[in-house]
């Protein structure tokens, strides 16, 4: 990535996402018991179109995978601000 903005927005979310693994491999949060699966939500947002928002998305996935040292990363991409298209893979 050639933007330096996107470098570090990068690396601020493998971070928290990173440290809210932590926390939950520690026994969960406020009490719960520690889910099998984490799930998260992800908001990204490209004022030019999809394409930046969903490579900035697919990186943070091979960076939080790189960091856990395996591939169990999944995942979706939902754009609520517009229909699919007959020919979007998104």
Do not use: N
């Given at each position: 990535?050639?933007?330096?903005?996107?470098?570090?927005a990068v690396q601020d979310a493998?971070?928290?996402?990173l440290e809210e693994v932590r926390r939950m491999s520690r026994g969960g949060t406020y009490g719960r018991p520690r889910p099998e699966t984490l799930q998260v939500a992800l908001s990204a947002?490209?004022?030019?179109g999809t394409h930046r928002s969903v490579a900035i998305v697919e990186r943070i996935k091979q960076e939080l995978e790189n960091a856990l040292g395996r591939r169990t990363v999944s995942l979706r991409i939902v754009h609520v601000h517009r229909s699919k298209?007959?020919?979007?893979p998104y």
């Open positions: 990535m050639e933007d330096e903005r996107a470098r570090y493998v971070g928290d996402l947002s490209c004022g030019a298209g007959d020919h979007d």
